[in-house]
């Protein structure tokens, strides 16, 4: 069973930066797509940014594109979301996810999603 756990929220001034872990554990990190995604209160789940741990194709969100960058270190068993030009509709609770298979890309769909970590907050205020 694969296990993921999410790490380095908290709380930041706008404009600011905050970089996310999500350690995988039980599998080896070498076929999966790796979604990041959040959750303010009162709103819908939102596709952040993904990953394919094979070849390392992304795929961003519009409201994050230019700001955050995704990326892995398979030996590490990690993947990484750094977040800059942070702004207060950027907080919420951000959840890391795993698709298995040797995918060439990936989407920004919960729904695919198969495997999820327990998540970690962000906020985003003076």
């Known amino acids: 069973q694969l296990q993921l756990v999410e790490s380095g929220g908290g709380l930041v001034e706008p404009g600011g930066s905050l970089r996310l872990s999500c350690a995988a554990s039980g599998f080896p990190l070498d076929a999966y797509a790796i979604g990041w995604f959040r959750q303010a209160p009162g709103k819908e789940r939102e596709g952040v940014a993904c990953?394919?741990?094979?070849?390392?194709?992304?795929n961003y969100g519009n409201s994050v594109k230019g700001r955050f960058t995704i990326s892995r270190d398979n030996a590490k068993k990690t993947i990484y979301l750094e977040m800059k030009t942070l702004k207060s509709e950027d907080s919420g609770m951000y959840y890391c996810a795993a698709d298995r298979g040797y995918w060439s890309m990936c989407k920004l769909d919960e729904t695919e999603y198969d495997y999820w970590g327990q998540g970690t907050q962000v906020t985003v205020s003076s």
């Open positions: 990953i394919t741990t094979s070849v390392g194709t992304t």
